[in-house]
């Protein structure tokens, strides 16, 4: 099973609302990531989990709040987002971050999320 | 600011003939990667080369590696309309003393359309 998969794929919500986005792998990867994407745009790191500790912050607003609950699932919890955090919340593994170094990553579809 | 830079943005071709698409980057690196991206999904990932190697193989896509330039071109050859998709390099940034940063920075892609 090489799959990551994502829930939901889409999302509106008010800027009020608070809501997560869920991601889960099943293949024994020990890096995960959340990224963001503006269209027509490459994609963003945002977080890093490795064994399931944070282990990079790419000085996201605090109305983005990561969590890793087990090996195989990552969250992101949003509260009070504003208009311009509208776009695809891509999440993604990897093997490790082996030695430090960077492997392939697997990403899941996205979720598309609108900021009302 | 983004690590990898391709060119060009933009290229339409018709099925059968060769797409080339070129990365530049800035720092160090262990490894170069390339992704495609279809409207709106995730990524996949194509072909990694280490930092180590001059050119890879996969198929239909030939990977080069050029660190002295700090470049890498894709190459895809006996295009089909399937290969129409954004393609984005991303790199692995390698501090001095050669360990990973622990993430993949992505260069701003390339758009390929390939007309039947």
Redesign the interface.
């Known amino acids: 099973d090489t799959e990551?998969t994502?829930t939901p794929k889409h999302l509106v919500m008010g800027m009020t609302n608070k809501k997560s986005l869920k991601c889960e792998q099943h293949m024994g990867h020990r890096a995960m990531?959340w990224y963001k994407q503006k269209a027509k745009?490459?994609?963003?790191?945002m977080f890093?989990y490795?064994y399931e500790k944070l282990?990079?912050n790419?000085s996201v607003p605090s109305r983005f709040s990561p969590e890793c609950p087990n090996s195989s699932l990552l969250n992101l919890h949003l509260h009070a987002l504003q208009p311009e955090d509208s776009a695809?919340y891509?999440c993604?593994s990897s093997q490790s971050?082996l030695?430090?170094?960077?492997?392939?990553?697997?990403?899941?579809?996205?979720t598309?999320l609108l900021v009302l | 600011s983004?690590q990898g830079e391709e060119d060009p943005q933009a290229l339409s071709i018709q099925e059968g003939e060769n797409a080339t698409m070129n990365c530049s980057y800035k720092t160090s690196i262990?490894?170069l990667?390339w992704?495609r991206q279809n409207s709106?999904?995730?990524?996949?990932?194509l072909i990694?080369i280490r930092s180590n190697e001059r050119e890879k193989h996969s198929g239909r896509l030939r990977v080069t590696l050029d660190t002295s330039k700090k470049s890498s071109s894709l190459l895809i050859t006996a295009s089909r309309a399937a290969d129409t998709a954004s393609y984005?390099c991303a790199t692995?940034g390698r501090s001095a003393g050669g360990?990973?940063y622990?993430?993949?920075?992505?260069?701003?892609?390339t758009i390929l359309t390939v007309h039947p």
């Not at chain 1, 030695?99 to 996205?110: A, D, I, L, R, V």
């Open positions: 990551v994502q990531y745009k490459p994609p963003e790191l890093v490795s282990s990079i790419e695809l891509l993604a971050l030695q430090g170094k960077q492997e392939t990553q697997y990403f899941g579809p996205g598309r | 983004q262990n490894n990667q992704y709106g999904r995730g990524l996949v990932h990694l984005f692995d360990t990973s622990g993430k993949l920075t992505f260069g701003q892609g």
